[in-house]
């Protein structure tokens, strides 16, 4: 059974940091891109960042560009996202994803809250 699980949400400060781990197990994303997504209550999900398979190539959402770095380690079957300069906008449920052919496998998500 192929599993994302997602950690590393949780409450902080505007302009703090936080760093989200997706640890993949069942199978290994080594060999695809993977990336992140979040959603906030009443909003629309939105696409956050990707990588590719060998790390080598990164899209940024606008609203995160040059906060957050997705990047990952295939020997572990780990992606992360390290979130800097935090915003309340930022708010929102985290979800991972991993591409495989012909299917994409999602994580369940970890929240994170950006408030004082």
């Known amino acids: 059974q192929v599993q994302l699980v997602e950690s590393g949400g949780g409450l902080v400060q505007p302009g703090g940091s936080l760093r989200l781990s997706c640890a993949a197990s069942g199978r290994t994303f080594s060999g695809y891109t993977m990336g992140w997504f979040r959603q906030a209550p009443g909003k629309e999900r939105e696409f956050v960042a990707h990588?590719?398979?060998?790390?080598?190539?990164?899209v940024y959402g606008g609203s995160v560009k040059g906060r957050f770095t997705i990047s990952r380690d295939n020997a572990k079957n780990t992606l992360y996202l390290q979130m800097n300069s935090l915003k309340p906008e930022d708010t929102g449920t985290y979800s991972c994803f991993g591409d495989a052919v012909l299917r994409r496998y999602w994580g369940q998500g970890t929240q994170v809250t950006v408030s004082s």
């Open positions: 990588i590719s398979w060998s790390g080598e190539s990164t």
